[in-house]
């Protein structure tokens, strides 16, 4: 078997609702063979990973999957399975996956959830090769290799104290992305998103940073503040920090100047030998070195947020305590097999390193590495309390006595920290302050003392920063997100026209690019998931509206977790045989994505005019989240609207010209579609089915009827729907150009012709190579039904077809229906509008189904023409109305 590619998809998508890796997998030698095949092969797997036998698999029933396994399956079923039962050994357990089949015979995807993308994605080749060796009859070293997952599931997790805000922020519904592998993460979307690495967040000051950073200062600053801190110097030489040590009479403590987590500090030291060591290792972590006064006391860390105490803990050094009978080497290995401690802060407790630090805080007891302390003896370990360090934490939140809550919330504002932990030494945190004080200010504080102590109660730490960042509980804007076949670029910028008209800053994402409040900012097809999170990162954005098309859900999945509208235009045959799309109704279960992450209590609008979208709120992923359901159509008479109407249910249809709103017996006028410009005064009945959709979603967005008709009137198509039914008059005639290319387009653009007062009907007609033959030849027969020319062209990139391959394929299916229609064959798309616009004569209706829009645009106007609003009878070009 080979591994082709392995994705990752972070979004909701076709798969599951939860990040999945995709492992497209050539089988090769095994494809077409089933699991019986293999001599032996089940018996091994089986007597290897017994779990397996609880896989339901499709059987619905623990054993399922075994009798799939002695019925016959394909092998790339069965590497999922047992990517499956490894999570838990790799400690990332999933148990969600699927496999299909390509396109391509003996090549499947194989899709899994995951919790850490880089140790799943180990752990797929890890299957591979597992289930290969086990077809073999080869050994495998298979605990080392789930080690090596460990590992690296380890080195890219998220720290503790990122994962206690980002757990606080999913359990509040804030939406999560993480930026980066070293713990960057954007909580909320938009306007309302902020920022967090480990305990520092978007409020945090640099200045603040950096002045807890400089010891010497922050000591200064506090001093200065009338908040309590040790005496000291900063020492650049050791005969500096010898020469305060004499002067002070008392032990010191010495640290680098800007260090943190306890790495070259020494505490307590009482000769001047002591006080030479521990400048030598201070020296190590910067070129300046603190000295200062070592007050007497229990070492405490008070966490405060927004200027409010919210944890305190006391921090005990690493220590361990003496049994006659074992040393302090195995004393120290027996503590570190608690399983609360690990590497990397991703356990409650650290690691106990053995390092020169603790070897000199033995030597001061007494005690070397293979000295057997005395049945219950304490043996210090370090000299500081820190958690990095080995040390253990006491929460004593409750019993802080108020003067010493003061103390730290004074600490943490003189410093001007948003997220502050304050090292307090004094006698008792319970007791009012006699002495001691603040010894030290950290920026980024730990947060696993306080979610996780060794004694005492666990305090939301992680939920305290979400509250001081998102006071009013919600990190999210308005999402509006549009699928469907055709109309859907339309309706998105319709919405985004409507809901940006009061000021709101709209991000907006079509097949032509992204726009931030009315500034276009990319260019290109921008309708999958990587346009949508550019969106919902932008700070100035408050309400998305986002395109969403098939390609990039398919590929790539959704850019968004929930929607609050979700809107649903039509569905019609395009594209299939692209994607492993093989009929209509795949397309719908595709598209159906955006039904399904309608958020609950939110709007699901779905054209009740298109039969497999009035199946959609019975979907079951669809239906299992509790939203509304508003239907629109043309004809009020649609008994899906009268359904609805009776149930109490908004529904929106036209009468009279105008676009009703309706619930039960009550009824409101909206919008007049005749008088709207992109109906071409009610001629593009395609155009008016767009309306009803933009209508139906920002009534749900709560959009007054005053700002939707003051918008609909201002939309005008050239500027603000391009290559969407843009018209102009050109040597007493017109030209439409639309970005349409499948049959369906085609008739809704020939309905609006048949409406207008034109001689002939001209086409100018290309296809993406990429679409199945059948698709191709139902768009040239449509076209054969409905035009009196057609000049037939290429697109500029062949999708895989050979020269002229599309162009045959349209014009055989144009002769089936017309055998003596006129037609024309231009290869490039430019030559054939100019060789069109020669041709056409008074009266004529030329109708360019474009690729290159923007070419098109161009090839016009240098040719003369000028934007229309509408067709009138050729009488003279004086007469024409120009917008």
């Known amino acids: ?108 995807d194989v899709a899994v959830e995951y919790r850490s993308e880089a140790g799943m994605r180990r752990l797929l080749e890890v299957a591979v090769d597992y289930v290969q060796a086990l077809v073999d009859g080869r050994d495998y070293a298979l605990e080392d290799w789930l080690q090596e997952v460990r590992e690296i599931v380890r080195r890219n997790a998220m720290g503790p104290s990122t994962c206690a805000i980002v757990e606080a922020a999913e359990k509040r519904g804030i939406p999560i992305i993480r930026l980066n592998e070293e713990g960057l993460v954007q909580l909320g979307h938009g306007r309302r998103s902020r920022r967090i690495q480990a305990a520092m967040s978007t409020n945090t000051s640099a200045v603040a940073v950096d002045i807890a950073g400089d010891k010497s200062l922050t000591k200064a600053i506090l001093d200065r503040a009338a908040v309590p801190v040790p005496q000291g110097v900063m020492a650049e030489t050791e005969q500096i920090a010898l020469e305060f040590f004499e002067a002070a009479g008392g032990p010191v403590v010495v640290k680098p100047l800007d260090g943190n987590q306890g790495k070259g500090v020494s505490v307590d030291l009482r000769t001047a030998e002591e006080v030479s060591h521990a400048f030598e290792n201070a020296w190590r972590y910067s070129r300046r070195v603190v000295v200062e006064q070592f007050f007497h006391g229990q070492d405490y860390r008070v966490l405060v947020i927004d200027g409010n105490m919210v944890a305190a803990a006391a921090r005990v050094p690493a220590q361990v305590v003496g049994d006659g009978s074992h040393t302090v080497r195995e004393l120290i290995a027996t503590a570190n097999l608690d399983p609360r401690r690990g590497t990397r802060h991703g356990r409650p407790m650290s690691t106990i390193e053995i390092d020169a630090i603790l070897l000199a805080c033995l030597k001061k007891q007494g005690f070397q590495l293979e000295s057997v302390p005395a049945p219950g003896k304490v043996v210090l370990l370090r000299d500081n309390a820190n958690l990095s360090t080995g040390g253990s934490a006491i929460d004593v939140t409750d019993s802080v006595h108020p003067s010493m809550k003061l103390m730290c919330e004074r600490a943490a504002r003189a410093v001007g920290l948003d997220i502050c932990g304050v090292d307090l030494v004094v006698p008792d945190i319970a007791a009012p302050y006699v002495t001691g004080g603040v010894v030290e200010v950290n920026a980024a504080p730990g947060l696993r003392m306080h979610h996780w102590p060794s004694e005492g109660q666990s305090r939301d730490a992680g939920g305290e920063i979400v509250h001081m960042l998102f006071p009013s509980g919600d990190g999210r804007v308005p999402i509006v997100s549009i699928t469907g076949t055709n109309g859907k670029t339309t309706v998105t910028r319709l919405i985004a026209k409507v809901l940006g008209r009061d000021g709101a800053c709209v991000g907006m994402t079509t097949t032509q690019g992204i726009w931030i409040n009315g500034t276009q900012v990319a260019a290109g097809d921008m309708t999958g998931p990587w346009s949508a999170a550019a969106v919902l990162s932008d700070p100035e954005v408050d309400i998305a509206v986002l395109e969403t098309a098939r390609g990039g859900i398919v590929r790539n999945g959704l850019g968004y977790d929930w929607s609050d509208v979700g809107v649903m235009t039509n569905i019609d045959a395009d594209h299939i045989g692209q994607d492993g799309i093989r009929d209509v109704r795949d397309i719908l279960r595709i598209k159906a994505l955006v039904a399904e992450r309608v958020r609950q209590g939110g709007t699901l609008v779905l054209n009740a005019d298109d039969p497999l979208l009035v199946e959609v709120p019975d979907m079951s992923k669809v239906s299992r989240v509790r939203k509304k359901i508003v239907w629109f159509a043309m004809d009020e008479q649609n008994p899906v609207l009268a359904r609805s109407r009776a149930d109490m249910g908004t529904v929106y249809f036209v009468r009279d010209g105008w676009i009703v709103e309706a619930r039960g017996g009550h009824e409101r006028r909206i919008l007049d579609t005749i008088a709207t410009p992109l109906t071409f005064g009610g001629a593009a009945r395609f155009q008016i089915a767009n309306l009803l959709a933009a209508v139906a979603a920002c009534r749900a967005m709560g959009t007054g009827v005053a700002q939707i008709r003051a918008a609909m009137r201002e939309f005008d198509a050239r500027v603000h729907n391009p290559a969407r039914a843009n018209l102009y008059a050109v040597n007493g005639g017109y030209v439409l150009y639309d970005y349409g290319h499948n049959a369906a387009a085609l008739r809704a653009v020939c309905d609006m012709a048949a409406a207008m007062p034109v001689q002939r009907l001209i086409a100018v007609l290309g296809v993406p190579g990429d679409r199945a033959d059948h698709i191709i030849q139902e768009t040239g027969r449509t076209a054969g039904e409905r035009f009196d020319k057609i000049i037939l062209r290429e697109d500029e990139d062949l999708r895989g077809r050979q020269p002229g391959e599309a162009q045959r394929l349209l014009a055989e299916a144009i002769r089936s229906v017309d055998p003596d229609a006129v037609m024309e064959f231009v290869a490039r798309e430019a030559d054939a509008v100019s060789t069109a616009i020669k041709e056409m004569e008074a009266g004529d209706l030329v109708v360019v189904f474009c690729d290159d829009c923007d070419s098109v645009r161009r090839s016009l106007e240098e040719s003369g023409a000028v934007a229309a609003a509408g067709i009138l009878p050729a009488e003279g070009t004086e007469k024409v109305q120009v917008a």
């Open 1 to 108: 078997m080979k591994i082709q590619k392995i994705r990752a998809i972070q979004g909701p998508n076709v798969f599951s609702h939860n990040p999945v890796l995709i492992m497209r997998l050539d089988l090769e030698d095994l494809a077409g063979k089933e699991s019986y095949e293999a001599p032996g092969f089940v018996d091994r797997l089986l007597a290897a990973l017994p779990g397996i036998h609880d896989h339901h698999c499709g059987k619905g029933r623990q054993g399922g999957f075994v009798e799939r396994l002695h019925e016959g399956t394909w092998f790339g079923h069965i590497v999922e399975h047992v990517c499956l039962e490894l999570t838990d050994r790799a400690e990332i357990s999933v148990n969600r996956g699927k496999t299909v089949e390509t396109d391509t015979p003996g090549v499947f």
